[in-house]
Nanobody, 129 residues
Framework: APELVESGGGSVQAGGSLVLSCTASDFSIEKKVMGWFRQVPLRGREGLAA???????AYADSVAGRFTISRDNDENTLTLRMNDLKPEDTAMYSCATLIRHISPRQALDVLSTPYENYWGRGTQVTVSA
């Protein structure tokens, strides 16, 4: 069955960096709009970054300039490089594939909802002060 599996989470101190990876299986990401979102308990999802098949990207204001999304269609993987991490970045991070082909900016809004996208189980990121 189609699946997304995230890896790379962990615990870091503020100012540190992490690289999250997402591997897709049983489907190709090549023509898909992909993205990352995060969630903390009792709070809604926050769409963080999105990338279309051509490589155009969009970022939430909270992570712009610190996070970088990229894709490798040959390896069927999605990556999120996170620099200058802050305690408020602590959350469960998940990658997702969008059902519709929309712009990365529109995808950020969709990623903030449980609709029109499929996601993996996530990887925990914890940032200490």
């Amino acid at each position: 069955a189609p699946e997304l599996v995230e890896s790379g989470g962990g615990s870091v101190q503020a100012g540190g960096s992490l690289v999250l990876s997402c591997t897709a299986s049983d489907f190709s990401i090549e023509k898909k709009v992909m993205g990352w979102f995060r969630q903390v308990p009792l709070r809604g999802r926050e769409g963080l970054a999105a990338i279309d098949p051509e490589g155009t990207t969009a970022y939430a204001d909270s992570v712009a300039g610190r996070f970088t999304i990229s894709r490798d269609n040959d390896e069927n993987t999605l990556t999120l490089r996170m620099n200058d991490l802050k305690p408020e970045d602590t959350a469960m991070y998940s990658c997702a594939t969008l059902i519709r082909h929309i712009s990365p900016r529109q995808a950020l809004d969709v990623l903030s909802t449980p609709y029109e996208n499929y996601w993996g189980r996530g990887t925990q990121v914890t940032v200490s002060a």
